[in-house]
């Protein structure tokens, strides 16, 4: 057996020319808020999708980040494991994050070790999200839809109450894998909170559907279909922005005056012999789009209250 | 970055042992024309440039950018004996003389790692053991025999029976490693612990990464090593990869580099 370097792949050349291998001081060489552009962009020319996850969108990272990751660079490379700690699954993964306006998959790599179950960046390094075994309470695994494709998330609850949703390949194994180490019995059923808003005491969703909302004209922007829910509780009548789960209408029902499905000629966006949800109320009315099934249903749940209040508040104007 | 676009720039690709002023000619990233820019016993092998990221889409390209800039430290090895390689894409702002005064100013530091380079090359090992030998090993161990009589369909149990084995799997682990490890350490200079969760070709996927190291071996010791390893690929349920002479890649990052760098601020 001779050493040879003939039989060396792609990883040997990125690990050695992009990983290691001398690096001049940052201010001789060109870079953006002190970090050394060196050969990022070619790792991911390279490597693929699967580098793109580990190093994030280098593109799109923003200056704050930049210095973040110049002052954590040294230690970039290591694993993010304590003394005495193995790593028993490493694989892609994702964690759902919902902070604010903006809920998305997180990706990085997911590890699951001896006493802790990680999510981890690489770069920029960041502990995305980082559990002690001994605080899963229940696990679940539940199909869900995912751009349309059914895949399976990994639910976990802690014992704070707290629910994570994590995504990784191959869920089933990551599932036995937990059970296996936390060595205690699991429970498997997770009340998934709602992202919504909880509902005041007392008030109950009597009906809710997906429709697109005509959202008024503001600034420069004429009147605009925007998707979300319309929600019909006891109480009022909402409707939330998909996007950003905002209330975007909302009237008290005692100062709705009718509702009603019919074809309405001058919306624009929509075809002249397409049907919309007219709501009136008290200053105004709201228009609603979506299948004619979803809005007649809407509509006659609208009409149902007005016959039989629920709330006894509710006065009908007519 | 716009402004600086057209700012001369100097791409290094690496510094060697020897003063000489020479050219190897358009052997550089993009047919470029590689030269020496020697400052005392030392110089440093660049091509002249903008101050411009190399910055690609198209794989290809990217990688006959590296191989370009892994041939021309080669030839500058092959030329000079001992050189510090550098990591892709390092470029330098400004012009020739910028490049002598920053050689000039860390002279010292750089003759002292040049030193410690001299006369040694690097190789990678790697040791895999079968995936089927790791399983029959547990398997043949005589606690988890008892274990799998004793649990039977107990669920608990079972769960207790996978813990065992995967702590026997580390532990046979870390035993081969370590010894061949410091097998290893007593044949090279400096030997370096790499993640082994490193990729590994097709050939290799049936095994079980359990050492990756960066060795800095003086070339008198090369052979040693390599009647050490043969023995070890021998070994039933063993494999090992062993490529090289590399560049000393693994062995330059901390002087002047990353550490250095912050220093500097």
């Known amino acids: 057996m001779e050493p040879s370097r003939l039989e060396c792949d792609i990883n040997d050349v990125l690990d050695k020319l992009l990983n290691k291998g001398l690096v001049l001081n940052a201010d001789l060489i060109i870079s953006v808020a002190g970090v050394p552009l060196l050969g990022v962009n070619l790792r991911a020319a390279i490597a693929g999708m699967e580098t793109m996850l580990e190093y994030g969108m280098m593109e799109a990272w923003d200056k704050s980040t930049r210095e973040w990751y110049t002052k954590e660079f040294a230690g970039r490379m290591a694993a993010p494991l304590v003394m005495g700690e193995e790593a028993i699954i490493r694989t892609f993964g994702s964690i759902w994050s919902s902070q604010g306006?903006?809920?998305?998959?997180?990706?990085?790599?997911?590890?699951?070790t001896n006493n802790r179950l990680f999510l981890w960046r690489k770069e920029p390094p960041e502990m995305l999200f980082e559990v002690s075994l001994d605080k899963i309470e229940r696990l679940m695994v539940k199909k869900e839809n995912h751009f349309k494709k059914?895949?399976?998330?990994?639910?976990?609850?802690?014992?704070?109450?707290?629910?994570?949703?994590?995504?990784?390949?191959?869920?089933?194994?990551?599932?036995?894998?937990?059970?296996?180490?936390?060595?205690?019995?699991?429970?498997?059923?997770?009340?998934?909170?709602?992202?919504?808003?909880?509902?005041?005491?007392?008030?109950?969703?009597?009906?809710?559907?997906?429709?697109?909302?005509?959202?008024?004209?503001?600034?420069?922007?004429?009147?605009?279909?925007?998707?979300?829910?319309l929600c019909l509780t006891n109480k009022r009548l909402f409707w939330v922005y998909r996007v950003d789960n905002q209330k975007m209408f909302e009237v008290p029902l005692d100062k709705v005056t009718s509702a009603n499905v019919k074809a309405h000629v001058l919306v624009p966006g929509i075809k002249a012999e397409d049907k919309v949800l007219n709501v009136a109320y008290d200053g105004g009315r709201a228009l609603f789009y979506g299948k004619v099934e979803?809005?007649?249903?809407?509509?006659?749940?609208?009409?149902?209250?007005f016959l039989k209040p629920l709330v006894p508040s509710i006065v009908r104007k007519t | 970055m716009s402004t600086k676009n057209t700012r001369e720039g100097r791409y290094v690709y690496c510094i060697a042992n020897s003063g000489k002023e020479t050219d190897f000619g358009h052997m550089g990233v993009e047919n470029s024309f590689v030269v020496t820019l020697p400052?005392?016993?030392?110089?440093?092998?660049?091509?002249?440039?903008?101050?411009?990221?190399?910055?690609?889409?198209?794989?290809?390209?990217?990688?006959?950018?590296?191989?370009?800039?892994?041939?021309?430290?080669?030839?500058?090895?092959?030329?000079?004996?001992?050189?510090?390689?550098?990591a892709f894409g390092n470029i330098f702002a400004g012009d020739d003389e910028a490049v002598k005064k920053w050689l000039d100013g860390h002279y010292s530091q750089l003759?002292?790692?040049?030193?410690?380079?001299?006369?040694?090359?690097?190789?990678?090992?790697?040791?895999?053991?079968?995936?089927?030998?790791?399983?029959?090993?547990?398997?043949?161990?005589?606690?988890?025999?008892?274990?799998r009589k004793e649990i039977e369909n107990k669920t608990k149990g079972a769960a207790?029976?996978?813990?065992?084995?995967?702590?026997?799997?580390?532990?046979?682990?870390?035993c081969h490693a370590t010894r061949l490890y410091n097998e290893v350490r007593e044949l090279g200079d400096e030997v370096r612990l790499e993640l082994t969760d490193k990729k590994a070709s097709e050939k290799w996927q049936d095994k079980l990464m359990i050492l990756n190291l960066s060795c800095l071996v003086r070339k008198d010791r090369v052979q040693k090593l390599t009647t050490l390893l043969e023995e070890v690929n021998r070994r039933e349920g063993f494999a090992v990869r062993f490529t090289g002479p590399w560049p000393p890649y693994s062995f330059v990052a901390g002087i002047g580099g990353s550490k250095g760098r912050q220093d500097v601020k």
Request: aromatic share 8%.
């Open chain 1, 101 to 112: 306006i903006i809920s998305t998959w997180k990706p990085g790599f997911l590890y699951l």
């Open chain 1, 294 to 305: 979803k809005l007649c249903e809407m509509e006659s749940a609208i009409q149902e209250i």
């Open chain 1, 150 to 229: 059914e895949r399976e998330a990994l639910y976990l609850q802690f014992d704070c109450g707290e629910v994570a949703r994590i995504h990784v390949s191959n869920v089933t194994e990551l599932e036995q894998a937990i059970k296996m180490i936390v060595g205690k019995e699991l429970e498997n059923r997770i009340v998934i909170p709602s992202e919504r808003t909880p509902l005041p005491k007392g008030e109950e969703i009597i009906r809710e559907e997906k429709l697109w909302y005509l959202f008024p004209a503001q600034s420069i922007l004429g009147e605009t279909w925007r998707p979300g829910r």
């Open chain 2, 39 to 86: 400052v005392k016993d030392m110089g440093a092998i660049v091509h002249r440039c903008e101050v411009k990221l190399y910055k690609t889409e198209d794989k290809e390209k990217a990688l006959e950018w590296l191989l370009t800039h892994q041939y021309v430290i080669d030839l500058a090895t092959k030329e000079f004996g001992t050189v510090i390689p550098l």
């Open chain 2, 160 to 174: 207790y029976l996978l813990k065992k084995q995967q702590e026997k799997r580390l532990a046979l682990i870390e």
């Open chain 2, 111 to 147: 003759k002292t790692l040049l030193e410690r380079l001299e006369g040694k090359e690097q190789y990678e090992v790697q040791v895999f053991l079968e995936n089927e030998f790791v399983r029959k090993t547990i398997e043949e161990n005589e606690e988890i025999q008892n274990l």
